[in-house]
């Protein structure tokens, strides 16, 4: 029997998901990454991301790369480099810095040794074979060349994913409700080296630690309802559920003068 875990796996690399709601357009992924304005250290991504590229002159494909957030920050202040971002949506990629490529992951369509530095942003966990698609973006390397990765720990915001099971108890009458799905558990900061340690010999991990104090429900709710298009892997009410968990962040707000989320995620640079 197919337990409940493989079946949100699944469900979390499903190309018709990802590109037909996950990320038809932008509006989901940017609930998601709104929440860092209340995090503390504040991290300047993209910044990070051209520092380094600083050795790299070329081509640097950005796969899976969203609503273009580094795409444009290249473009900006990296003029010498040639960015093409590529995503499997063709929605997402609309207002996304040109040139653009409807592309999966899984098959890059650039031939052997062509690009000097590969992104792969918080996708890898939306790859079916994450093994076959990161021997993938090597292939399109050329030797001694860049890929930058990036993902969330296990530990990263597990107070969201026990304010869910709390809410999701309350909605179903029952003491804890079912878990909520993860996007980055299938290639967390704890596995990813082991991924790309089957290609990639130079690997460095650089972590970036924080933690988002909120005081107001809202941004809670709207990351939660970001996963609107896994609510069918969810086992609860997905909407009844999301109110819950507003009214319970707005109890602690009221009693404790903010809600806390410790976050956990990095980048891992490798070379070949």
């Not at 490529?101 to 942003?121: G, I, R």
């Not at 179903?172 to 967390?188: Q, Y």
């Not at 970001?226 to 009410?237: F, R």
Request: with cysteine; proline share 5%.
């Amino acid at each position: 029997m197919t337990s409940y875990t493989a079946q949100q796996d699944a469900a979390v690399a499903d190309k018709a998901i990802l590109a037909n709601s996950a990320y038809a357009d932008g509006r989901h992924l940017a609930a998601r990454q709104s929440i860092y304005r209340w995090q503390q250290p504040q991290y300047d991504l993209p910044r990070i991301v051209v520092e380094e590229l600083a050795g790299t002159s070329g081509i640097v494909l950005d796969v899976g790369c969203g609503n273009g957030k580094f795409v444009g920050r290249l473009h900006k202040d990296r003029p010498d480099v040639q960015v093409v971002g590529m995503d499997i949506s063709a929605g997402i990629l609309a207002d996304v810095a040109k040139p653009v490529l409807v592309a999966d992951a899984q098959a890059l369509p650039f031939a052997d040794d062509s690009a000097d530095a590969v992104l792969a942003l918080h996708m890898l966990y939306h790859v079916s074979d994450i093994e076959a698609t990161i021997k993938e973006m090597a292939r399109v390397l050329r030797p001694g060349c860049l890929l930058i990765a990036s993902t969330n720990s296990d530990t990263d915001k597990q107070e969201l994913d026990q304010l869910w099971i709390r809410a999701a108890g309350d909605v179903l009458g029952i003491p804890k409700g079912p878990a909520r799905v993860s996007l980055s558990s299938r290639f967390s900061l704890e596995k990813a080296p082991d991924y790309l340690g089957t290609v990639f010999k130079d690997i460095r991990i650089r972590e970036l630690p924080g933690t988002i104090k909120i005081t107001d429900p809202v941004p809670i709710a709207a990351h939660l309802a970001s996963y609107e298009a896994w609510a069918g892997q969810c086992g609860v009410p997905f909407h009844e559920t999301i109110s819950r968990a507003a009214e319970i962040v707005a109890a602690t707000i009221a009693t404790e003068g903010s809600f806390k989320i410790k976050c956990l995620g990095g980048f891992l640079v490798c070379r070949l």
